[in-house]
């Protein structure tokens, strides 16, 4: 089972940002809530606030873990953990992804999410 992090980041307007999957990585063309896999030794914090350093250019704080999601798919196993994180410094920028933008929770199409990122759109749905 693959450790995975991912950043809950909401706007003054209640919009949620997302990052869409370059074509030919895997799960290419998915959006998805920015993030990745912890390394060796490293906590959810510490592995979320690298990846967004390294994938958006932002400083960020972790201020709320949210239930992991197990997903299987057909050739890994993932957990997910979603974290409620603030942007501190920096603008997003797509350095990893496609493109990036902010969303509402209606403005997210399910079908377009990475199957592990569905769950956690379902916990931010009132």
């Known amino acids: 089972m693959i450790s995975v992090v991912c950043a809950i980041i ?4 209640g919009r949620f940002l997302l990052a869409k999957r370059p074509e030919g990585k895997c799960l290419g063309g ?11 030794g490293e906590s ?10 390294e994938e958006l250019l932002i400083q ?12 299987h798919y057909e050739k890994s196993s993932i957990c997910l953990t979603p974290c409620r994180t603030r942007i501190l410094s920096g603008i ?8 990036i933008g902010w969303f509402s ?6 079908n377009a999410l990475a199957p592990a990122d ?9």
Do not use: C, N
């Not at 960020?60 to 997903?71: C, T």
């Not at 929770?105 to 399910?110: L, W």
């Open 10 to 13: 909401e706007d003054e307007s």
């Open 30 to 40: 998915f959006w998805e809530f920015p993030g990745g896999k912890l390394e060796e």
């Open 44 to 53: 959810l914090e510490a592995a979320l606030i690298r990846e967004l350093q």
């Open 60 to 71: 960020a704080e972790v201020f709320q873990i949210l239930e992991p999601v197990e997903y």
């Open 92 to 99: 997003p920028k797509a350095l990893e992804h496609s493109e």
């Open 105 to 110: 929770v209606h403005e997210i199409d399910r």
């Open 118 to 126: 569905v769950p956690i759109l379902a916990m931010l749905t009132p």
